[in-house]
């Protein structure tokens, strides 16, 4: 991390601000999400072409990879925990231009992310076996999923800080450097797994081993950007704040990220399970479903990424004519997205199938109407997803938490129980459709009232809470 702590803001961090605060929102919008966007496609690319190289080593070796994918998920929500919750913060705090308070959150929070990661990694390791098994792993996944994930803990630590340099970047206006960062990674990714698969013969072991050196060259990309002293914030190890207080607000701040991963991670585990009770090839089937999604979610997650620093800047300069026109914009684009891609997969949902279901009609069975019906979903979305970021940017955790929670976690967890048991494998298919239109309910709900919030300051009139109270 770089040595020097600059007390006042560079060119840099003023270029920003004015580009911040006075760009025509939908462009700015755009610019600071495609970046994003693109990074969590190649991600979600990579994901799924992991997919296709490993169903060659049968349906039991895919359906390890969706049970190990929601550790995976868990240790990217280590990261982006820490990340927003420093972000949330810094963005605010870049639009107030306190940029010491800055420098100590960001410096603060990447040392916090690495002792996180490295605790988190030693105890799953110490109990990986009865873990893998309480996630869905069967006797014949086991084997293959062990080999995976005890690959992917090796590199956790690094896996997570990436994720929490990404976010910061985000913060700061900067998504195209994060966007090259994992962008790279995850091309590089794409390349090399057959190699390690296929070329070295590692098998399962050679996917993981992919994942953990490619996240490593993200890593040293993203970290290289603050070794050079570029953008708003400045790392330094003399800036960490050992104050329990700083520690406890970034976690309170990084809740409602950690509550959406988290739950998102439980809902995959409690899916596998259920999934399991069906065999193999549903198991299987389901995630390559979630990893198709995944394809469509990073285009609304990156436009609500790019969303967030030009909400969070212009809260914290009280430009609240900005802050609700953003707010707009981001949504009517979101519809946009999530409908043409709900349109497309709907149709082809056969074809995408079976590109992984290598022959297994088992698995094309329950894979089609499961991506149908999420498809159809994913156009009320938009609700969903930038609901819960504008509460997290502007640091309301309570509303944030209880929006995080409500998709996978509130409505998907009893579904997942209640619907494979009462309609038997189409309920199963029809768990994440259904939670989501459920979610959009509360969501959206809170989304209104946030909005009608935006209307009034934007008029001048009062609203209890003054636009750093939660700074």
Aim: charged share 10%.
């Amino acid at each position: 991390m770089n040595s020097r702590a600059p007390s006042s803001p560079s060119s840099d961090a003023d270029k920003t601000f004015a580009r911040l605060t006075t760009a025509p929102v939908a462009p700015l919008i755009i610019r600071l999400g495609v970046p994003t966007m693109m990074s969590m496609l190649v991600t979600a690319l990579y994901n799924t072409a992991a997919a296709f190289y490993v169903a060659s080593l049968g349906t039991s070796a895919i359906a390890a990879l969706g049970i190990v994918f929601s550790l995976q998920m868990f240790i990217q929500a280590l990261g982006i925990m820490v990340g927003q919750g420093c972000a949330s913060m810094t963005s605010r705090l870049l639009g107030a231009k306190d940029y010491d308070r800055v420098n100590r959150l960001a410096s603060t929070g990447l040392l916090t992310v690495g002792v996180i990661a490295v605790t988190f990694s030693l105890i799953a390791l110490l109990f990986l076996t009865p873990f893998l098994r309480l996630i869905g792993a069967t006797e014949t996944i086991l084997p293959y999923a062990w080999d995976y994930a005890i690959v992917i803990l090796f590199g956790a630590p690094v896996m997570a800080a990436a994720f929490t340099l990404n976010n910061l970047l985000r913060s700061e206006g900067l998504a195209f450097v994060g966007m090259i960062g994992l962008g790279a990674g995850g091309i590089l990714n794409i390349l090399v797994t057959p190699i390690f698969i296929f070329v070295f013969d590692w098998g399962m072991s050679g996917a993981a081993w992919a994942t953990v050196v490619c996240q490593f060259i993200s890593f040293v990309i993203l970290l290289s950007h603050y070794w050079r002293g570029h953008g708003s914030i400045h790392l330094s190890v003399r800036l960490v704040d050992f104050d329990l207080h700083t520690h406890a607000l970034i976690l309170k701040n990084g809740i409602p990220s950690m509550t959406r991963n988290a739950c998102a991670t439980v809902a995959a585990c409690l899916l596998n399970v259920v999934a399991a009770g069906f065999g193999d090839a549903a198991v299987a089937a389901m995630s390559v479903v979630g990893r198709v999604m995944m394809i469509s979610n990073a285009l609304l997650i990156g436009l609500g990424q790019g969303f967030q620093p030009v909400l969070g800047y212009n809260w914290g300069a009280g430009l609240f004519v900005r802050v609700k026109e953003s707010l707009d914009a981001t949504l009517k684009m979101g519809y946009v997205i999530m409908i043409s891609g709900g349109v497309v997969g709907f149709i082809f949902a056969a074809d995408i199938v079976h590109f992984f279901a290598v022959g297994d009609s088992e698995v094309m069975d329950v894979g089609v109407l499961a991506l149908q019906l999420q498809c159809l979903a994913s156009v009320i979305m938009p609700l969903n997803i930038i609901g819960n970021m504008a509460y997290q940017v502007l640091g309301r955790a309570g509303i944030a938490t209880l929006l995080a929670a409500s998709r996978q976690g509130l409505f998907f967890l009893p579904l997942a129980i209640i619907l494979p048991y009462s309609f038997g494998i189409e309920g199963l298919q029809a768990v994440p459709a259904a939670s989501e239109v459920l979610a959009s309910l509360v969501c959206g709900y809170y989304l209104y009232k946030l909005r009608c919030e935006f209307v009034v300051r934007a008029r001048g009139g009062n609203v209890p809470k003054s636009p750093m109270a939660n700074r």
